[in-house]
């Protein structure tokens, strides 16, 4: 056994109070009583780990280690405080990043530091760095293309182009067989930065084909994965805290990650591989249930449309991305607010895909202070459509399209909806017939009961708001 | 196998255990504080990060170390303060109901 100093026990224990703050705090998160109290937790842990790795005799450059804390404090506190609610998607995305970028960083300075040490490098070590490169390098680029995707600065739609998976395996079979080589020559400088290079790119192919609507399952994915960067980077350093801590966010993001895809009935590899709307599977189903109704669709003015709300007894307001583009929360709690002084029932239907992160809606609908017990997840509030006057939609369609349900034949056939079609009215607040992300044409736009308000959620919102105030 | 990767595994198996144990069931509601917050935590790599760039003669190594503490700092610093802020929000509601 090796026998460890005080100095050295007493970091070692640090790092066991750390991890355990951090399970407790993941453990409060899960609660909404005592959620903020567990990231409190975990925020201290975070400190005590850090404090303890600084009494570390080896950590002596503390000038230019404190330049850098303050510098990526700074820029943390200012981009938490001024980030807005609808961005939050892109910031978790891009933290992912970050969390990469480091634990890949660490992997590439461990193994110059053995280069340039010159001793033997022995196969252990060759291996995790290498792993530790792969999973952070592709955490840091696919986390970037899923920010610039969300941003708005690359096109949401699927990217596709010729011999795309074909390509990919060709890099991924190319990066085992250069491992490989590495794992006998560790000295090979150029094989290892060929190594980086290679994971940077996959991390930007593999991202680039999956849409927008998807992203809920491609951010649970890189949260997950920039837990496992972390926890490489603790084999590299043999260290314990970095792998429990990896470890606990690789499982909860992995969770995420299968919560998000039973929620749209589909498998992971079917988000990863088989990107949605650019197939003639898509487009030929549009038509393969068409002939059952005729495309007629009932637009509709704000003031009728206040009307229908206003005389309801009961309205359910179904959110999607479309609220979170136009920023239309607020003018929604309005609009609920005047709806309940004239004694309409409302409530809020949440699809667990709505938007582009997992809970994406709730945390809109909380910023406009939204009560927590109006809010519906799907399963307990479906079979109350039935009883339900009018059902407002305001920018989703996917997740409402009756085709899920019903057509055998469409791509989204068995991902659960919220049964929208089920209510007496369905109002639909859009900019236009367009198709939905999956590109698929949306049946319940035609139904007889269904009405159009076409236009911007935030400017038909706030019509509704001084139409229904003309009511009472 | 080295010794130090087998103990390295084993711990690592353990808490991803302990992970899928205490995060699952979580309501639809948190998930995305959930996710910041375990986003936060994968800054630990800001520990791995201080640790190589502890030596006070400077390296392509220091430099890459104080590189990923800025960008772990970023990450640790700015998903707590996030997620604290959005947790702020849900109290508030709840207080008003």
Known sequence: MITLTGLDTGIELSYLVAASLFILGLKKLGSPATARRGNIYAAVGMLVAVVATLVNQEVLNYQMILVGVVIGSVIGAITARSVAMTAMPQMVGIFNGLGGAASALIAVGEFFRLLNAGAFISFDATLIAVLGVFIGGLTLTGSLVAFAKLQGILPGMPVKYPLQQPLNLAILVGFVVGSVYLIVHPQSLPVFLGLVGASLLLGVLFVIPIGGADMPVVISLLNSLSGLAASAAGFILVNNVLIVSGAL??????????????AMNRSLPSVLFGAFGGGGGAAASGGGSGAD??????????????????????????????????????????????????????????????????GHMNVLLAEANVPYNQLYDMDDINPEFDRTDVALVVGANDVVNPAARDASDSPIYGMPILEVDRAKHTIIIKRSLSTGFAGIDNELFYKNNTAMLFGSAKDIVAQLVSEVKQLD | MAGGLLTGLVVFVLASFIGFEVINKVPPTLHTPLMSGANAISGIAVVGALLISGPQNWSLTVILGLVAIVLATINVVGGFLVTDRMLEMFKKKEAKV
């Open chain 1, 249 to 262: 966010v690789g499982a909860s993001g992995l969770i995420l990650t299968q919560i998000m895809c039973k």
């Open chain 1, 293 to 358: 109704y005729d495309k007629t669709v009932r637009s509709l003015e704000a003031e009728e449309g206040a009307m229908m709300l206003g005389y309801a007894k009961s309205v359910v307001i179904v959110p999607g991305y479309g609220m979170a583009v136009a920023q239309a929360q607020h003018s929604i709690r309005e609009l609920a607010d005047q709806l309940e002084s004239l004694g309409v029932e409302v409530r809020y239907a949440i699809h667990p895909v709505a938007g582009r992160m997992p």
